[in-house]
């Protein structure tokens, strides 16, 4: 292995004296760099995204519900909370009845979701019902349920005035506007009794596995009742984040793979250019492994200190442009001030683990080439 | 009369290059001994195949038949590998040219038959400053071949076909790209060492007068017709 690691060093450290090996390598050494450090970039820049969103998802949304298995009336919903509260400390329980209502006010009327929540004391409408409505804080609006009563000139919808105490951020994923009721006030518009639809969890310290800890807490009953985690509850939005990372992997590691042609380009180009000195290697006793080794070392070089090289820029430039906040977004259209970098020590790993393979792929075929010629060949050529 | 093997046997020789129409025959039914500690020169015309026979004997081509025997071991089974390592232990090259790599300087080119036979780097080095004194390029040592002369080059080369103290020598035409002064200069420098190291060698050259300061002359003649010993 010496005298290949003393060729290779050789050849790689022969920029000084301006030798067309190293300056190919250099040139495939820098292609591979910007292909990881694009990479390194661009999955940060996602995760920076993402784990926005997953934070976002985290602070606003539900992260488990209990609902009947069948039906909509959660029987013994109070007795249930109760329990739920008891086996799961710390974490926030809440009745839930949710329906679909006309809500209207003196300039026009919208269908919103209509929620009940047995922690809401007062009524307040998020900002796209608000913004379709016309409405902020203090208007009064009036929600028209689907349910009917009987009077004296027949069947008419349920209906309550109830006066906005507040506008309010969307849930996530929501795109039609909702309205958030007290829940003794929502029952009587959507079933005309104490009925409860679902019990909603959160518990901030832990989002991710309250759904299993639920189904824990139920024991037996669980069978009962359909109780869905935070991934299920938002399996396509997740699903939808998992896919797009791995797209943006595959399509931006493309830039990986024409690096890594670009580099075995450059070998076989040494190897033709070298075909002498390999020739009089082999006449110097170097054997055809020590010369796939050679191939292979050489390759690796440039693939090693690219990659690494690569690797830090990309850390760093993600490292920074997080840390200054130097790309502004506009506000009310993101939920992020800046665009946002997270730079994963995992992913970064598998870029690099990425590149040397195709670094050691891309050397590997000119190898054997090389390595199988007799050395006369390289000799009688000249 | 000499009791001992012969260094180099070659029995029925052949060797030829191309196939069909296109093919030529180089080397034909070649038989050929070398004595252990002998000078040999081998002349013959251009394309007579003197280097294609060099490149058989030292192991750096193989031939399409007959048989190759080296210190008395049969060369044909041998994988490249193996052929390898024979290479490096047993024969040293200087070819027409100097061949030296141009990313080494000249004590690095020297000492590379030792790096690729395992060696430590500084024995390797310390072996190749040996050489070079040997050869009066001591004070080129750290020159690089494109800042020493043709003369120069080629001395660094045949103290490189040295370095492991080969029991065969190969020369192809070493004098061949050299005015008359380096062309005497360094075939003075090949007896020399071959005396001094015990060498056995064998010289390709076109040159009759440095022919004829050889021990023996090989005179290869075109396939088809008889090559041998003329003195």
Redesign the interface.
Known sequence: M??EL??VL??L??LR?R?H?ATVSLISLVSLGLGVMALVVTLALLEGFQSSIRRELVERATHARVEPAHGRRLEGAVQLASVLQEQLPGVEIVQVVRGTCLVSSPGDAVPAAVVGRSDATRVTVDEILAGRLGVSRGDAVEVISPRQRLTPMGPLPVRQRVELADVVLPEPGSESGSVQLPLAQAQRLLWGGPVVEAIELRHPSDPWRLGHQVRIALGERAGEMRVQGLAELHRPLLLALALERVMIFVAVGLILVVAALNLLCNVAMVAAEKR??L????????????VRRLFLLLGLGIGLVGSVAGAVVGVAVSVALDSTQALPLPRGVFVVASVPFAVQPGAVAVVLVAALVMASLASWLPARLV?RR???EG??Y? | MNERAPLVRVEGLTKGYGSGATRVDVLSELEMEVDEGALVAVVGPSGVGKSTLLHVVGLLDRPEAGSLMLAGREMGRLDGDERARLRNQLIGFVFQHHYLLDELDAVDNVALPLRIAGRAASQARSRGRELLEAVGLEARAHHFPDQLSGGEQQRVAVARALAMKPRLLLADEPTGNLDRGNADQVFQLVRELHLLEGLTSIIVTHNEEMAHRCDRVFRLAPAGQSSGYVS
Do not use: I, Q, S, W
Not at chain 1, 279 to 290: E, I, S
């Open positions: 010496g005298a003393h060729l050789r050849y450290g022969g004296r030798t090996v002498r000195d020739a009089v290697l082999a006449g110097l006793g170097l054997t055809p492994r020590a390595a007799e050395p006369a000799l009688r000249e």
